[in-house]
């Protein structure tokens, strides 16, 4: 018997459930997972919360796993018992000690990456990845200002637009995250300041400002977001933990230099399984060649899920959370 965490409604962490679920054999295409490690990400919260949308309720949570595939149905090809594989996004439901998963979506894991590791490393590698190759092509001499930069994808992402030739200015909340910034790679660290943090960003490059900005913050930093960027430089509005960003007159963007907006979502950049796997073995493969590291460093049962929730809306994770079933 399996144990799965899921939502009847949206709502605080009281709304977070136990249940348990039969085993059941998988169908064309699935297979059975048994899962040891699951990834807890902002994403889970929100829509938790009801702040992100899901398609139904109830549901379970959860779009990162990694365990050992337990049984094969009809028409999986490369996978057998006994392999160690993960995944990310997806069907939702990865809260959960067993489930069934397409077979097409799974990922072969290597030797030397742990399922902890794995399941940390997912979700944040592959948004790290999709976001410094297609969302903006980062390259040498590149000007990156990223919020988040001592968080769980800041921890990968700062590393891997250093090892291709960025410049990277790094956003915390508070000063007590400056050193663990500094330690992924940053060139500069900044704590956020509304009110100087365009002034900051024009004295540290000379007033050339930023080729990008990685904005997860939304709704307290878009303006001051906006005004870090060169004439044409690109807004990557990727996370709302202040809130929604505020409404935009488009003629703003041109007011400010002709610049380009954009909202990316993971779920459309890996949503093709041909371009999600080349994504995870990009992934892997940094993670083989030392560019990247997985940073699970917050781990908690699946029955203590509500804790893990809060310590994420507290913002006082220092790396991936993960839960183990």
């Known amino acids: 018997m399996a144990t799965r965490a899921f939502i009847e409604q949206t709502g605080g962490l009281e709304v977070l459930r136990l249940e348990p679920v039969k085993e059941q054999t998988p169908g064309q295409g699935?297979?059975?997972?048994?899962?040891?490690?699951?990834?807890?990400?902002?994403?889970?919260?929100?829509?938790?919360?009801?702040?992100?949308?899901?398609?139904?309720?109830?549901?379970?949570?959860?779009?990162?796993?990694?365990?050992?595939?337990?049984?094969?149905?009809?028409?999986?090809?490369?996978?057998?018992?006994?392999?160690?594989?993960?995944?990310?996004?997806?069907?939702?439901?990865?809260?959960?000690?067993?489930?069934?998963?397409?077979?097409?979506?799974?990922?072969?894991?290597?030797?030397?990456?742990?399922?902890?590791g794995a399941a940390s490393l997912m979700f944040k590698g592959i948004t790290a990845e999709y976001l410094l190759s297609s969302v903006y092509p980062v390259g040498p001499g590149t000007r990156i200002l990223l919020y988040g930069a001592s968080g769980a994808v800041g921890q990968i992402m700062v590393p891997w637009a250093k090892r291709l030739g960025a410049y990277v200015i790094g956003v915390v909340s508070k000063s007590s995250s400056v050193e663990r910034a500094r330690k992924a790679g940053c060139d500069e660290v900044l704590v956020f300041d509304a009110a100087t943090l365009a002034e900051n960003v024009a004295d540290i490059t000379r007033g050339q400002k930023v080729d990008v900005v990685y904005d997860g913050v939304g709704k307290v930093s878009f303006q001051a977001s906006l005004d870090c960027l060169r004439p044409?430089?690109?807004?990557?509005?990727?996370?709302?933990?202040?809130?929604?960003?505020?409404?935009?007159?488009?003629?703003?963007?041109?007011?400010?230099?002709?610049?380009?907006?954009?909202?990316?979502?993971?779920?459309?950049?890996?949503?093709?399984?041909?371009?999600?796997?080349?994504?995870?073995?990009?992934?892997?493969?940094?993670?083989?060649?030392?560019?990247?590291?997985?940073?699970?460093?917050?781990?908690?049962?699946?029955?203590?899920?509500?804790?893990?929730?809060?310590?994420?809306?507290?913002?006082?994770?220092?790396?991936?959370?993960?839960?183990?079933?």
């Open 30 to 116: 699935e297979v059975w997972i048994n899962q040891t490690a699951v990834g807890v990400n902002p994403l889970d919260v929100s829509q938790r919360a009801g702040q992100a949308p899901l398609r139904q309720v109830p549901t379970g949570l959860g779009w990162e796993a990694a365990g050992v595939v337990a049984a094969v149905g009809a028409k999986v090809s490369g996978f057998k018992e006994g392999d160690r594989v993960a995944y990310m996004m997806g069907p939702i439901g990865a809260y959960a000690s067993g489930r069934l998963y397409p077979g097409e979506r799974l990922v072969k894991l290597p030797d030397d990456l742990s399922d902890e």
């Open 232 to 325: 044409r430089g690109m807004m990557v509005s990727m996370g709302m933990t202040s809130g929604a960003p505020p409404a935009l007159e488009i003629g703003t963007l041109n007011a400010k230099g002709a610049l380009f907006l954009t909202r990316p979502s993971l779920a459309i950049y890996t949503a093709d399984n041909a371009e999600y796997q080349a994504r995870a073995a990009r992934v892997l493969a940094a993670f083989a060649d030392g560019v990247i590291r997985p940073v699970a460093r917050h781990s908690y049962r699946l029955d203590e899920v509500a804790q893990a929730h809060k310590l994420l809306q507290s913002g006082e994770a220092e790396g991936a959370v993960i839960l183990r079933p």
